[in-house]
């Protein structure tokens, strides 16, 4: 029999239910608001003797004391099959294109998949396999990928294949396998998989460190603080200093198979803009869309508070799936601050005792558990998959001493730091590229899989042009204390060759066609060009004299910047650097 | 509100605190409006019998046996046409001495545009001040507060923008404006002979506080009658949105709520976020764009009303007194626009962006030099070359009272780069420095 229960309060989206049977935590329930096809959907967060706390997906505008509430029985699930790809969904997962209307209308839903769709489908399995949780039956083409449909997550006996189904066109309802339980009973399987979101999918044999480079093709995230297969990282920054363009990049150009982008509680023109860029623009690895690619879960600001905690479930989940067919998949979330004011503003309402900044006390532990689900696994068939994890985290004032930031950086691995300096000059991306850190680089796998894609050199030049710029910022503040004048021209050429590797290597033009994307053969090239001039034993007479000079070399590094690699300009403007070291070396040497 | 037959009436009060009272009823729905003794009043609380309601005009002078009026609908706005011209109070009553308003009756705060049928802002706004269009270009469907101190001239720099932009109606949103602050939109308005496009929504500082919260639902509910029904372009003025979350302050602290950062409640982003993300580009024409004020204290963007803030809207506008010229300037470091990149050299000419950057960059040379300056070292040639280009740039772009067209502007710009610098200083690339540069 399902529980039913009759409302006795509501504040804001909280609504207070007494039930008249079992309750679950994170049970999922339904409100009947009285008007045709309008089902407010709830979690149950909170049971106290009979009464239930649940926070309501939607608006609770005009509902009564004694509405009638029906439970579901299960957590909130999302489904899983062909036909994610390219999607627009709300936090819930309702398929936003389905929805009519101008405005988004509550107690609406859109099923997330299509049902009535053929695929092309072909088995994996042969009848007589014994098989469990997460193995692979078939497989379908989605959008240039191989979609693999798998037993479900949750089955924890192995099963015998009976049935497969013969190569052919099926929709995700048909039935494509049969098999049996050890009790002989048949079961049934269409291409359709269900998983509560707020559980981490497992179904693979182990988790692994991650060891590979994820391409970005930002140079001061590739070359100085790596992100790799499988990692989890976070951008923190002031707004203002560009941490939406930044995610973005990396939305289009990270070496992913599949990329998940969460919009949490953030701005709607931001999504648009993934809307009418993302069908446009070619993903250059593959020369699919990258729209072909790419889920969006789009729960904006202005949507339902308690929504905005399950959107980043919704993706994560999603993303584990991906996982599970052996692909690399990325997951974008911005901004984890507001999924964690959202769990705010929810213990505000149940009189929770707050911690700091009246966050929850659990805080840390529900954001650690959270970057957890990333990571690198091997699969049962000896496969890898993997997610790649990287947040935007808001911190209020830009002050990085806040519950959520320092949350954040004890759960993940990569930290980049925006700063309002840079961003106030203009050197974007405003990543402090001595502040941010990428704990993968003293791995030794990591620096193992470098050495044999970029060669052995590669790790120890990465090291020089740290060292460099630290030598640079040490000379900037002595000249900042004691002046152009009071410090030796040595401090002037440090300071010089940190403001060389800035402005060629880490400032980053992610508007211009041609710089935005640095590939890593291009970003090696780069690299030894500027540490060969950054070696040279450059004298000047006058510190005027080190900024001209320095000046113009910048200035045709960056003209390289803006052209084809190797093109014909670019070549001339090496060579117009070449004449600019070689003249001044000449001239000193007189 | 007229009253119905079959409403809901209650004649004892159990609790009254300065801006809530609760009661015992039955059969009330969330957030339905009452009156109370007369005076309008929300529910914002239901805990089994108790119902909790902000009076928004506050309790001063309610008895506990005054009498209460359900009336069984959510806050709501009559718009039409009429409303053009209009000056009306927080609750949507004309104070211009005009007739009530003809036209459908709409509640106010509703559900969000679906994202997936907006279009991506491309219509850029121009407004002849060089510091916005040429740094901070606007554009239509987009939600950009000034920052500025109480005694910087904000106001005034809204009402020129409102006024050069083009839009197809003004709704102006005044929380705990000053009466003499009123007066002035009014007049400007009223010279500008532009008194028929505007809607005004006015709650001044010899109001209640509480009913400021009504504003910008009321404002942006009649932005939406106009940019949907009518296809028009509508630009929305919310002033000051620092006053508006003040009065979030006051009724979360009379519901005992725990506070967050700076006394303001822990729902602030949302509550924000929510009138903010009315601004809209509509795919077949209609456009919601919101210039809001957020006055700070002594410059202070870290406090919670404008930290929020930033992280909502696109982009916001630093008012800032330039000491050497005496002008009032955009502050080209700290003022941005998110969407500027949707527009800049795309709808207006190609060297845009790059000149734009370059000025900046140089500026901060400027800044850098300054500093040098003011302790004490000696400057080089190139220090005093930034030095006098930013004394320009100041001058003849930043400040409020430029009004130029962008080509104007940009060619503004490259004729102080030739003034002042050599090609290579600049930075800008090859191809336009060949195409645009001035000896």
């Known amino acids: 029999m399902t529980t039913t229960g009759i409302i006795k309060g509501i504040i804001a989206n909280l609504v207070l239910i007494e039930p008249n049977g079992p309750v679950r935590q994170n049970e999922i329930c339904y409100l009947s608001t009285g008007a045709e096809n309008e089902k407010l959907i709830a979690e149950v967060i909170k049971i106290s003797g009979n009464t239930v706390f649940a926070q309501v997906f939607d608006s609770t505008r005009g509902i009564q004391c004694g509405t009638e509430v029906v439970f579901s029985g299960s957590m909130l699930e999302v489904y899983l099959g062909p036909g994610l790809l390219s999607k627009n969904y709300d936090g819930l997962q309702n398929d936003l294109d389905k929805l009519e209307g101008l405005f988004l209308q509550r107690g609406k839903q859109a099923y997330p998949l299509n049902d009535t769709q053929l695929w092309q489908f072909e088995p994996l399995a042969q009848p007589g396999a014994i098989l469990s949780a997460g193995d692979w039956l078939g497989k379908v083409p989605e959008h240039g990928l191989q979609h693999i449909i798998m037993v479900p997550f949750n089955w924890h006996q192995r099963l015998t294949l009976q049935w497969v189904a013969p190569p052919g066109h099926y929709t995700i309802q048909e039935t494509i396998a049969i098999l049996t339980d050890h009790n002989g009973k048949e079961h049934p399987l269409n291409m359709v998989r269900k998983w509560p979101v707020k559980l981490p999918m497992r179904a693979y044999r182990q988790k692994l460190r991650p060891q590979k480079l994820l391409e970005t093709g930002i140079r001061i995230m590739d070359t100085l603080h790596p992100m790799l297969e499988g990692g989890t990282g976070f951008i923190p920054g002031p707004f203002g200093c560009g941490k939406t363009v930044l995610q973005q990049s990396i939305a289009k150009q990270a070496d992913a198979d599949v990329v998940v982008v969460a919009a949490c509680g953030e701005r709607a023109n931001e999504l648009v803009d993934i809307f009418a860029e993302f069908p446009e623009l070619v993903d250059p690895r593959t020369g699919n869309k990258l729209i072909e690619r790419t889920v969006i879960i789009g729960n904006t600001s202005n949507m339902p508070v308690s929504a905005r905690e399950a959107s980043v479930y919704t993706a994560m989940t999603i993303c584990e799936y991906y996982r599970n067919m052996g692909l690399r998949v990325l997951l974008l979330a911005d901004s984890t601050s507001r999924w964690a004011q959202a769990l705010r503003e929810m213990s505000n309402r149940l009189e929770d005792l707050p911690g700091p900044d009246a966050y929850p006390v659990d805080l840390p532990a529900v954001i650690a558990n959270f970057y957890a689900r990333a990571g690198m696994v091997e699969l049962n068939n000896g496969k890898t998959g993997s997610i790649t994890f990287i947040g935007t985290v808001s911190p209020a004032g830009g002050n990085f001493k806040e519950p959520v930031t320092e949350a954040t950086k004890k759960a993940t691995r990569c930290f980049y730091a925006l700063s309002q300096r840079r961003a106030d000059s203009k050197r974007y991306p405003a990543i402090d590229p001595i502040e941010s850190y990428s704990k993968y680089t003293e791995y030794p796998e990591f620096a193992a899989s470098m050495a044999h894609i970029a060669g052995n050199r590669w790790l120890q030049q990465v090291q020089q042009l740290k060292n460099y710029l630290l030598k640079g910022k040490e000379a900037a503040d002595q000249i900042n204390i004691l002046g152009d004048d009071g410090v030796s021209i040595d401090f002037h050429l440090h300071f010089w060759r940190a403001e060389l590797i800035d402005f060629v290597l880490l400032q980053q033009d992610a508007f211009d066609t041609v710089d935005q994307l640095t590939p890593l053969n291009r970003q090696q090239f780069m690299t030894g060009l500027c540490l060969y001039i950054c070696n040279q034993s450059f004298m000047f007479d006058n510190f005027v004299e080190t900024r001209s000079f320095f000046k113009k070399i910048i200035n045709a590094l960056r003209q390289m910047n803006y052209t084809q690699f190797k093109s014909d300009a670019f070549n001339s403007y090496a060579n117009e650097v070449n004449q600019l070291i070689n003249l001044h070396l000449a001239l000193q040497n007189n | ?439």
């Open chain 2, 1 to 439: 509100m007229k009253l119905k037959p079959f409403q809901k009436r209650i004649t004892k009060i159990e609790n009254i605190t300065k801006a809530t009272c609760t009661l015992l009823a039955n059969e009330i729905g969330y957030e339905e409006l009452a009156l109370v003794d007369g005076r309008l009043a929300q529910v914002v609380k239901i805990k089994g019998p108790e119902i909790t309601l902000q009076v928004f005009a506050g309790a001063e002078g309610i008895s506990n046996y005054a009498e209460v009026v359900f009336l069984g609908q959510a806050p709501s706005l009559v718009v039409g046409e009429k409303l053009a011209g209009r000056f009306l109070d927080a609750y949507g009553r004309p104070v211009d001495g005009g007739p009530n308003i003809e036209g459908s009756e709409t509640e106010t705060g509703s559900t969000s545009v679906n994202p997936v049928r907006r279009r991506r802002p491309n219509i850029p706004i121009f407004t002849g001040i060089a510091g916005i269009d040429l740094n901070n270009t606007l554009v239509a469907g987009q939600k950009i507060p000034f920052f500025a101190d109480p005694d910087q001239p904000y106001n005034e720099v809204m009402a020129t923008v409102a006024l050069r932009a083009n839009a197809d109606k003004i709704i102006l949103g005044g929380m705990g404006l000053t009466h003499d602050d009123y007066l002035f939109f009014k007049e400007e308005f009223r010279r500008a002979g532009a008194l028929n496009k505007i809607i005004a929504f006015i709650n001044t500082s010899e109001n209640p506080p509480v009913e400021r919260l009504l504003i910008p639902d009321s404002a942006l509910t009649a932005a939406e009658y106009f940019a949907v029904n009518h296809k028009e372009n509508v630009l929305v003025l919310l002033t000051d949105m620092t006053l508006y979350a003040d009065a979030l302050a006051i009724v979360a602290n009379r519901m005992d709520q725990i506070p967050s950062k700076d006394s303001m409640p822990g729902s602030l982003y949302s509550d924000l976020a929510r009138i903010y993300e009315k601004a809209v580009q509509f795919k077949d024409g209609g456009s919601i764009t919101i210039i809001a004020v957020t006055t700070l204290s002594q410059g202070d963007i870290t406090h919670a009303i404008p930290d929020n803030t930033g992280y909502i809207t696109e982009g916001q506008l630093f008012l800032r007194k330039d000491p050497e010229t005496g002008k009032v300037i955009i502050d080209p470091f700290r003022s941005l626009s998110r969407l500027k990149q949707l527009v800049i050299g795309k709808k207006t000419r190609q060297d845009h962006p790059q000149v734009m950057n370059a000025a900046i960059r140089l500026y901060a040379d400027a800044a850098e030099a300054r500093t040098k300056m003011e302790n004490g070292f000696d400057l080089t040639d190139y220090d005093l070359r930034t030095l006098q280009f930013a004394r320009a740039y100041n001058q003849q772009l930043l400040s409020i009272d430029v009004n130029l067209p962008m080509e104007a502007i940009l060619d503004t710009v490259w004729q102080l780069f030739g003034q002042f610098f050599h090609k290579e200083e600049v930075s800008v690339k090859d191809e336009l420095v060949n195409l645009y540069w001035k000896d």
